[in-house]
Every structure is written in structure tokens, then in C-alpha cells.
T-cell receptor
Framework: SQTIHQWPATLVQPVGSPLSLECTVE??????LYWYRQAAGRGLQLLFY??????ISSEVPQNLSASRPQDRQFILSSKKLLLSDSGFYLC????????????FGSGTRLTVV | KNQVEQSPQSLIILEGKNCTLQ??????????LRWYKQDTGRGPVSLTI?????NTKSNGRYTATLDADTKQSSLHITASQLSDSASYIC????????????FGQGTTLQVKP
């Protein structure tokens, strides 16, 4: 069966520090991968998606970047965090070419202080 | 513009009562509609998914309906339990190879004893 792992679960970082959140998927190959952010009391906002290794599409301009160094690994990064980067970050995967199978990770609560 | 609107924004019911959450969408073309349950601080978990040809789908005490003509969906919860307290998110997928989803803002349900 397929599983998605996202870590860490919570993170408190000072303003200006770097960020690296990791997401890995097991039990499938060539998945579509996604990073979402959910601000408090708000809906999910798609930040990045990837349809293959090294292929990253950005949905909104921001202080963050994403990379996909391996087929089942998706990384969300920042060189210098801003207060506005605080939020709940979710990784998700789907079967490529199909919108039917869509699974979310457990999320990372990021607080920038 | 592709949008998903949910109502009500929040809802409080007594344990054992039924409730219905609404979702209207303007996404076109349409591929499928999903309902997710998101517990506080956790990733969304899929409850139901319906394609264009499906009118209703059940998952235990959860029953979703879809009217593709009027572009409306509802999620009915029967005999509510305290564990049903969560945010319920309606998500619509258009016909896209990337699997990008359009998210509603969610309905926050609180079940009280």
C-alpha cells in the first residue's frame, strides 16, 4: 500500500533562518507531488506541484521554493523565513494523469518567531 | 473563475443529531468532487469521491450527493458523534493531468454532548 511521510510535525524557527521540510511517498512510482499551505482559519492554498524529477511548478509568488531530487521525495525550502511564512504545510501525492487518488500527509505546523 | 463555495462556515449540533453541509462550485470542466474531513492539526482525510455520473456515495454515517446540472453537492452526517467535530472540505477537480484541485474554505463542525 502507498504511504506518505511528512516531517517534522511541528517546527519553530526564528525570522531569517532557513527552512527545509521533507515529504516522501512509498509504494508507488512517478507520483504527482504537491505542497500546500493552510493559514489559520483559511482554506488550503497550492504552493507547488511536480509531475516528475526536477520538474517544479509554482502557483503563487512567495518566499519559498521546492525541489524534487528523487522520484518520491519532495522538499519545501526557504533561505530566510518571514513571519508571514507561519502556517500549516501539507504535502500530498496523486497518481499521475489521474485526479482520483489524492492523499495528504499529516502536515507540519511552522511557527516563525 | 473556478470556485468552490461552502456553507455554512461553521455549525454546532448536539450529539446524535443529523446535519447537512453544502457545497456549490463553478469549476469547468468537471472531473470529480471529493469531501475531506480534517481534524485540527492533521492532514485532510478523504471521505467520498464522486465523478460526473455519480449522484450519491456513502461512507458509513457520511452520505454525499452530487447534482452535476446545478453544480451542487451536499454531505449529510447521520447520528453525529463527538468525533465528527472537524473541518469538512469540499474539493473539486477539473479535467487536468496535473490533478490540481479547487478547495472550498471548509465548514467547521462542532458536535456537543
Amino acid at each position: 500500500s502507498q504511504t506518505i511521510h511528512q516531517w517534522p510535525a511541528t517546527l519553530v524557527q526564528p525570522v531569517g533562518s532557513p527552512l527545509s521540510l521533507e515529504c516522501t511517498v512509498e509504494g508507488t512510482s512517478n507520483p504527482n507531488l504537491y505542497w500546500y499551505r493552510q493559514a489559520a482559519g483559511r482554506g488550503l492554498q497550492l504552493l507547488f506541484y511536480s509531475v516528475g524529477i526536477g520538474q517544479i511548478s509554482s502557483e503563487v509568488p512567495q518566499n519559498l521554493s521546492a525541489s524534487r531530487p528523487q522520484d518520491r521525495q519532495f522538499i519545501l525550502s526557504s533561505k530566510k523565513l518571514l513571519l508571514s511564512d507561519s502556517g500549516f504545510y501539507l504535502c500530498a501525492w496523486s497518481v499521475q494523469w489521474s485526479g482520483l487518488y489524492y492523499t495528504f500527509g499529516s502536515g507540519t505546523r511552522l511557527t516563525v518567531v | 473563475k473556478n470556485q468552490v463555495e461552502q456553507s455554512p462556515q461553521s455549525l454546532i449540533i448536539l450529539e446524535g443529531k443529523n446535519c447537512t453541509l453544502q457545497c456549490n462550485y463553478t469549476v469547468s470542466p468537471f472531473s470529480n468532487l471529493r469531501w475531506y474531513k480534517q481534524d485540527t492539526g492533521r492532514g485532510p482525510v478523504s471521505l467520498t469521491i464522486m465523478t460526473f455520473s455519480e449522484n450519491t456515495k456513502s461512507n458509513g454515517r457520511y452520505t454525499a450527493t452530487l447534482d452535476a446540472d446545478t453544480k451542487q453537492s451536499s454531505l449529510h452526517i447521520t447520528a453525529s458523534q463527538l468525533s465528527d467535530s472537524a473541518s469538512y472540505i469540499c474539493v473539486v477537480s477539473g479535467s487536468s493531468n496535473t490533478g490540481k484541485l479547487i478547495f472550498g474554505q471548509g465548514t467547521t463542525l462542532q458536535v456537543k454532548p
